[in-house]
Structures are given as C-alpha cells and as structure tokens.
C-alpha cells in the first residue's frame, strides 16, 4: 500500500512540473528600474533635520518588487496596496507600470557637508536671532565633502543654491559666487558649487526687519563638456598660445645668457677704457713736448755755418726724446689693444645676446588673449613689456651693427699703424746716437744730411699725428666718463633679461599643463569620465535610472507680534453690531 501511495505522489509531482505548476508563496520577481528623489530638511545654520525619498518604480514585467532602503516607515504612494518592509527590503506586488513609494529616512546623510552663518554688522548671529533685525547682513555657506558617504556624488553633482529675499526688505545685494535677479517684488539669489570642489559662496545685502523664505538646494550630475558644447576652436588656440609662450621662453633664457656675457666683457672693457684714460694725459703733455722739441730741430735744416760744422747740444738730446715719444706711443697701442680685447668681448657677446632673441612669433592676438584670460596679472604685463622691449632691441640692432663692427675692425688697424710709428722714432733715434759720434763736440753735416732731411719731414708731420692723438685720447676720455652710466645701463638689462627669464619660465611651466586641465574638465582627454549613478538608499539597490537631491532649510521668520485679546475682540464684536442693529431701526 505504501508503495502504491508513493508511486501516485511521484506521478502528480511530474505531472505538476510538465504543467509549470509553482506552489503557493513561490511568486516571481518583477522586472523594474528606479529612480531616486531624495528630499532632505535641514535647520537654518545646514545641520540635517529630517529625510524622505520619493522612489519612482518602473515595472516591465509583473511580480513581487523588492528595493532596500534604511527607513523608519514606508508607504505607497500610487494606490492603497499595502507594502512588506523588513530587514531594509521594501515589497510589493506590482502589474506593469510605473509605481511611487515613500520611504522616511532613518538617519539623514548627505554626500555634502553644508555650513550656514550669518552676520549683522560684523558680528555673528544665530539665525533664531537674525528674524527681525536691521543691518548690514551677510550670509556665507561652505560646503565639503562627507567622508562617510560614498557613490561619486560629491564628485560628480553640482549643487545650486536658490534664495529668495523679499526687495521690500533687503537692498545693495551683493553675491559671491553666483548671481541675482529681480522677480517681481523678490530678488533671486542662485551659487553654483562645481563637482569635486569645496564650496564657499554667499551674498551681502543692507536689510530691515529681516525675514526670509528657506533656502532650497538642488543637487543633480552635471557634465561640463556637455554644457559648454562644441570648445574646440578655444582649445586649439589655447595650445598654439601655450606653445608661443614656451618659443617666448626659450628666446628669454637665451637672452639672458647672452646679457650675461655681455656684463662680463662690458666690464673688461671698462677697466681697459679707463686705464687708458688715466694715461692720456700725460701721453698728450708728452706728445706736445716732443712736438715742439722737433719743430726747433727741423728749423736748423738751413741755419749750419759755413765751414761745414755745426754745434750738436740740441741733437744730443734728440735719442732720448724721440725714445720717450715711442714709449707713450708703446702705452697708446697696449692701451688700444686692451680696448680691442675688451670691446671684442662686449661686441661678442652683445651681438649673440640680441642675434639671440627669436623673431616676433607671437601675435598681437595672442598677446590680447593672454591678457583676457590673466586682466590683473601684474606680473604678465610686465613680461609683455619685456618682451615688446626685447623686440625693440632686436630691431635698432640690426640697424646700427655694422657701426659697432666697423669700430671693432677699425682698431687693430690703429693699433698697428701706432706700432709702426713707434718701431720708426726708436730707429730714428739709433741713427742719430750713431751719426752722433763726438768730434770735439762737432761732426761732419754730409753725414747728416739725410738725417736732417728725415728730421725735417717728421717735424712737418708729427704735428698733424698730435693732433690726431689729441682727438683720440679726447674721445677715450669723455666715453670713460660716461661709461659709467652705460655699464649701469649693462646691468640693469642683464638683471631684466635674468627676471623675465625667471618669470616667463615660471609661466611656461604653469601654462604647460593648462590644456591637459581643460581637456579634463570637459571631459575631452584618454581619462574621459564616464560616471553612472548608483543608488543612494542601499548598495544592493541595481543601478538607478536616475538619482536626484532635492534639499531646503528652516525659514527665517520675524517675531510673531502679540494677539490681540480674543474676549475684548468678541465683546467689542457683540456691541457693534448691537448698534447696527438699532440704528437700522430707525434709520
């Protein structure tokens, strides 16, 4: 018997199975997504009061809905079928559809920390005290992140703070960090605080018997790229501007380099010049001695007594002087060839220096872009200067080097032909010695016939070569006097060329990074952001079509002014319309 009751048992079991038979309490689960609202109160200073969420159920297919969230009670708000809630799990039974429910939230903890202060006058009020009041009123809010939330929302959403001042009561608005409308008879405060960053927006305002509406904040994903639309002109010029500005300092380091250079043989060239200053004045006394010495020497060409003889006291001293003629003209050619060394140096330098300055690359536009996007950067007109400056240089250069190159060829030239003078008087001078053989004190004039002749025409001449000198010596002379301011000039531009350097490097390495930044922040780089909303009830929530956050504060309201006695107001009610009643009598 018993195994005749378990063979019909197997048989209804399978039987059961091929006609999809589902026992009691075995219901299936609906298909749906959600969308979350999460409505948060908070007190007038932002601490959180109380929360609800409003949750949007879209069913596909029927059966027992199930969705988590931390509640203190939850009801259904599309119609009068109850809902199971236990353990964090809302249930349902649902058709196809779209169904509300409302969940009161147990704790309420927002991804944003959110600060409130007032001010009057100066001073911090509480905003229990603030109804009422006069002042000057400032409101300031700071935001953060809350550690304790997770799901990107802080990252990813932008919260817009709305606040609605009555005009009547609150005048000279001013915001920072977002902007203010008239709207009838109220003026519409909106901040922005962008996602991933702190906040820290507020507004002022001269305000009297103040009161205020709460605050409402609204919090939703916000994509920057998506907003701006299509920047790629922007972005393009903003790199060609980034790569002027490193062509800009690559130019100013060069520049620097060669002001330096330029400073070093700058110097040389002064301690030459006014080494050769200091000796030009006994060079030129000397030079008017032996001047005059031989034009008395060349006068006694046709003074000699017959007999053939003449006295030679003055000849005697004649080696000595032209000796010391060769010796200042020894002193002028040293003197000349320190100033080539010099002013080869400086010449060098000097023509690197400006030779390396790059030509004008960069354009009246991007300059005025430059300055559109930094108006009150002190530091960035400067460096423009500078480099305007620097392109002047580069310009009058070209104009005047070939001045500057002839000086630098010119002066070996004079310093040979010096030498040339020089190795000439100390041959003159050895001739006379030798002609001058004592003789009684006489000697024979044939010998010195030539002699004379040669001491004629260097007389004729000498007097044209001092003069000559004169004007050379004169010109050392008056650029060593001023060479000081020059060498001044020398220094400040090396000191420039070294600051702008400085600077313009500096910028170059913080604009480097200033495409990578906005390629970022649009959303544009390899590192696209491509952020999905998860659900803030519960992690165990699938992901929801949408969540959205939708937060006010506390009003701030005026002291309620005393009522009136309820009893003198119904007696004085009663008897006038007593007397209504009697003079309709008899009226």
């Not at 380099?257 to 400073?263: H, W």
């Amino acid at each position: 018997m018993k195994r005749k009751f378990s063979a019909v048992l197997s048989l209804a079991l399978i039987v059961c199975l091929c006609l999809g038979f589902v026992p009691a309490g075995a219901a299936s689960e609906a298909e749906f997504t959600a969308e979350e609202v999460i409505y948060a109160r908070l007190y007038a200073d932002g601490t959180p009061k109380e929360g609800y969420a409003v949750v949007a159920l879209n069913v596909t297919s029927s059966g027992t809905v199930t969705h988590y969230g931390d509640y203190s009670a939850a009801v259904n708000l599309s119609d009068t079928t109850p809902l199971g809630y236990a353990d964090g799990a809302v249930t349902m039974e649902a058709e196809p559809g779209r169904w509300y429910y409302e969940g009161t939230l147990a704790e309420v903890e927002l991804p944003w920390d959110i600060e409130i202060t007032y001010e009057l006058d100066g001073k911090a009020i509480s905003p229990e005290e603030l109804g009422g009041k006069s002042g000057e009123l400032e409101i300031g809010i700071t935001t953060s992140k809350n550690e304790a939330v997770e799901g990107g929302f802080y990252e990813n959403y932008l919260l817009q703070f709305t606040i609605t001042l009555d005009a009547d009561l609150c005048e000279n608005v001013a915001v920072r960090g977002g902007t203010a409308a008239n709207a009838g008879s109220s003026k519409t405060v909106s901040l922005m605080v962008l996602p991933g960053s702190d906040g820290d927006v507020g507004l002022t305002a001269d305000v009297h018997d103040f009161e205020m509406s709460g605050m409402t904040i609204a919090a939703v994903p916000y994509d920057v790229a998506d907003s701006l639309g299509d920047m790629s002109e922007l972005t393009d010029g903003l790199g060609q501007l980034v790569d002027a500005i490193s062509q800009l300092s690559d130019g100013a380091s060069q520049l620097s380099s060669g002001a330096s250079q330029l400073k070093y043989g700058a110097s040389q060239y002064g301690s030459g010049l006014n080494q050769l200053s200091e000796g030009s004045a006994q060079l030129t006394a000397a030079s008017d001695q032996i001047a005059a010495g031989l034009a008395q020497i060349g006068a006694m060409g046709g003074q000699t007594p017959e007999g053939g003889t003449v006295s030679l006291s003055a000849l005697a001293q004649l080696p000595s002087a032209l000796r010391q003629l060769k010796s200042g003209l020894d002193q002028i050619s040293a003197g000349i060839d320190q100033l080539d060394e010099g002013y080869a140096a400086a010449y060098t330098a000097l023509a690197a220096a400006i030779e390396a300055i790059p030509a004008a690359s960069v354009t009246e536009a991007d300059i005025g872009a430059l300055m559109a996007a930094n108006p009150d950067s002190a530091a960035l007109q400067a460096l423009i200067a500078n480099y305007q400056a620097a392109q002047t240089v580069k310009g009058t250069w070209e104009q005047v080097k070939a001045a500057f190159a002839a000086v630098q060829e010119n002066l070996p030239t004079f310093s040979k032909s010096i030498a040339t003078v020089s190795a000439s008087l100390e041959t003159m001078a050895a001739q006379i010695e030798a002609a001058l053989t004592a003789t009684g004190g006489s000697v024979d004039l044939g010998s010195l016939v030539q002699l004379m002749g040669g001491l004629e025409q260097l007389a004729a001449n000498y007097s044209q070569f001092n003069e000559a000198l004169k004007a050379y010596t004169g010109g050392v002379d008056a650029l060593a006097a001023n060479w000081g301011s020059l060498q001044s000039g020398i220094n400040s531009l090396t000191s420039g060329a070294s600051s702008l350097s400085d600077g313009v490097g500096t910028l170059d390495e913080e604009t480097q990074a200033i495409p990578g930044q906005i390629d970022e922040l649009l959303g544009t780089g390899e590192e696209e952001s491509d952020y999905k909303p998860v659900s803030f009830l519960d992690e165990r929530n699938a992901e929801p079509d949408s969540v959205q956050f939708v937060i006010s504060t506390e009003a701030i309201e005026a002291p309620a002014e005393d009522a009136p006695d309820d009893a003198a107001t119904e007696a004085q009610g009663f008897f006038a319309r007593l007397w209504d009643k009697i003079t309709a009598l008899f009226s």
